[in-house]
């Protein structure tokens, strides 16, 4: 049982980590831009609302209760970055944006997580207990989503404490760029 725990857990935080699959760390990126570390406790909920969301379908693909069309996931990820970035965009200016973004990011998770579904069903194979290995593969990616939110937090306030940058424009330069490359993603991987 520790030796599951001990082979899906660094599985799953190499799949938050792995630069090849950058479009996990883009929405990582882009959903916690516009904070600081002053901001962690909403930034801490953000993240795991999404891993709840990537843990819950992850389940229900790894025990069969749903099936997707991989093209048309793998095209509604970089869909998920290219909205989050937009909604940096938009002015927030009541306390239903908060709840919006946390709806989102709960709902893109859910998309994320279809996303690797189909790669971790085939690490599981035969595997008798799936439970703990699930378990330990959340824990792996929570835990790289957070080492990616804690770097991005501490560069940018020290961006912001060294220069005369101002919060909103790091969130503003960094969703435009956002913005650019999931338009790309999303133009490659439309499926045909």
């Not at 996990?24 to 953000?46: E, P």
Request: proline share 3%; hydrophobic share 55%.
């Amino acid at each position: 049982m520790m030796n599951d725990f001990s082979l899906y857990f660094p599985l799953g935080w190499e799949h938050i980590l792995d630069l090849n699959g950058y479009d996990h760390i883009l929405f990582i990126l882009v959903l916690c831009c516009a904070y600081t570390l002053r901001d962690w406790k909403k930034v801490l909920g953000l993240i795991t609302a999404f891993t709840l969301g990537h843990c819950a379908t992850l389940a229900l693909a790894v025990f069969k209760v749903v099936r997707v069309n991989v093209s048309w996931v793998e095209f509604l990820i970089p869909l998920t970055i290219f909205l989050t970035a937009i909604f940096n965009l938009l002015p927030k200016r009541s306390s239903n944006a908060s709840i919006g973004l946390y709806s989102a990011t709960l709902f893109f998770g859910l998309i994320h997580g279809l996303g690797f579904s189909n790669y971790l069903q085939s690490l599981l194979g035969k595997e008798e207990n799936v439970v703990v290995p699930l378990l330990a593969f959340n824990l792996g990616v929570e835990c790289g989503q957070i080492l990616v939110v804690l770097l991005t937090m501490v560069l940018t306030t020290l961006l912001l404490r060294m220069t005369t940058i101002r919060q909103q424009q790091i969130a503003l330069y960094l969703s435009i760029a956002v913005i650019g490359v999931s338009f790309y993603l999303m133009l490659e991987r439309y499926p045909l």
